[in-house]
């Protein structure tokens, strides 16, 4: 969709947020809100979908979020985002968080999304975003696979609108 030209590599957008959490942050289990976590992950993934786009965005749609392991008092978290796909106006970014022990070190997959960024030109109507260029294994795969996710949405969509 995009030239060679006005592709960005993952790196210029590559964003991280390291947090402590507190007992504040947990509920009655002792583990973190799934929704204050999902407030720094669509934090992130805005701040690195700007970065992308260098202008203003809003959050098109979020993918299901998976909570794979719990996150615990006295835990670091390492909320870290990248943008794996884009089209014309949208973006796609994948955002994991991850658990790091305080004192052993020992790092565990916690949550991970994947959220689509579209950005606006001065009008707030969708605007085109530079491509991407996947800087590892990891990005390349989840670039590949992008495609397909981006269907899904579509389905998705068109099914919304049938109901309505
Ligand atoms: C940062 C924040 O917190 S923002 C707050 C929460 N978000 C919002 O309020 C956004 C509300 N939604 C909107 O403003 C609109 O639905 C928009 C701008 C996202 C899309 O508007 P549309 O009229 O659908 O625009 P249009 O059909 O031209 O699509 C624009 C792009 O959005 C993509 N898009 C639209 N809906 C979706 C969706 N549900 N999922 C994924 N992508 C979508 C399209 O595929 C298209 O991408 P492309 O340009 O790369 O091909």
Redesign the pocket.
């Known amino acids: 969709m995009t030239s060679e030209v006005s592709k960005k590599t993952t790196d210029e957008s590559r964003s991280t947020m390291m947090q402590l959490i507190f007992p504040s942050d947990t509920n009655y289990h002792g583990t973190m809100f799934g929704g204050k976590v999902m407030e720094y992950m669509?934090k992130i993934a805005?701040i690195t979908s700007m970065r992308h786009a260098r202008g203003p965005?809003?959050?098109?749609?979020t993918d299901s979020l998976d909570f794979v392991a719990p996150i615990k008092v006295g835990d670091m978290i390492d909320v870290e985002a990248f943008v794996t796909w884009t089209?014309?106006?949208?973006m796609e970014i994948y955002v994991k968080v991850q658990t790091e022990h305080v004192y052993t070190g020992e790092r565990k997959t916690a949550v991970t999304a994947f959220f689509?960024f579209?950005a606006?030109d001065e009008h707030g109507k969708?605007t085109p975003v530079p491509g991407i260029i996947p800087q590892n294994d990891e990005e390349q795969a989840l670039h590949l696979s992008a495609p397909d996710r981006y269907e899904l949405?579509?389905q998705r969509?068109q099914d919304r609108q049938k109901s309505h």
Request: aromatic share 0%; net charge positive; proline share 6%.
């Open positions: 669509d805005a965005v809003v959050t098109a749609s089209r014309k106006s949208s689509t579209v606006l969708p949405r579509m969509k």
